[in-house]
């Protein structure tokens, strides 16, 4: 049995934030023709983000991704400098989770947007959307994407990666949340 789906395109328009990204780029300083660079794609890029609610039954995710044509575009920077690419690289990735936390406020709060579990369902809302699963993987083909639970559901313990995420396998202390039932026992 098919379930009906419905998806709803959000409105996304997260604002650059230099310092943001320098923390998660992990640069200390960029030169001003740097900055006019990334700033110059970040509004290039703009238009190209979607955002996207996807509805079945009960379930309803939340799915933000950049094209292919982004993803050939930081290949071709890698090419030419590696070191611009990682900035390159660092602002899609910044971006796409940019605007999830503009949708998600609980995402930066929490420090996570658990994946869910890619079932039939969801992976064929996203096949619509043209942001498909990885075949027999729990990933998505798009290399700048995010799907998680719309609205936010949780934490760390109910993420379909965490066995393969370095947060998830931390031992208990970098878990964003902990719901009740999910507690390490002593």
Known sequence: MNEKIN???????????????MEQSRETRLGGAVAERLAG?????????????????????LAVWLPESVEKQVDEVWKASASEGWLVNT???????SALREALPEVERAGCAPSPR??????????????????????????YAVVT???WRGGCE??????????????????????PGHEKES
Request: hydrophobic content about 40%.
């Open 91 to 97: 602002l899609a990735q910044f971006m796409c989770m």
């Open 118 to 143: 890619p079932t039939r369902t969801l992976r064929e809302a996203l096949a619509r959307l043209e942001v498909p699963y990885k075949v027999n993987a729990p990933t998505l083909e798009r290399r």
């Open 158 to 179: 109910i993420c379909s990666l965490q066995a393969d995420c370095p947060k998830g396998r931390g031992g208990g202390e970098n878990l964003s949340i902990v719901l």
């Open 149 to 151: 639970f719309y609205p």
């Open 7 to 21: 998806t709803i395109q959000h409105q996304a328009l997260p604002y650059f934030d230099m310092e943001a990204f």
């Open 41 to 61: 794609l970040w509004e290039r890029w703009l238009p190209l983000l979607r955002v996207c609610e996807t509805r079945a039954g009960t379930n309803s995710w």
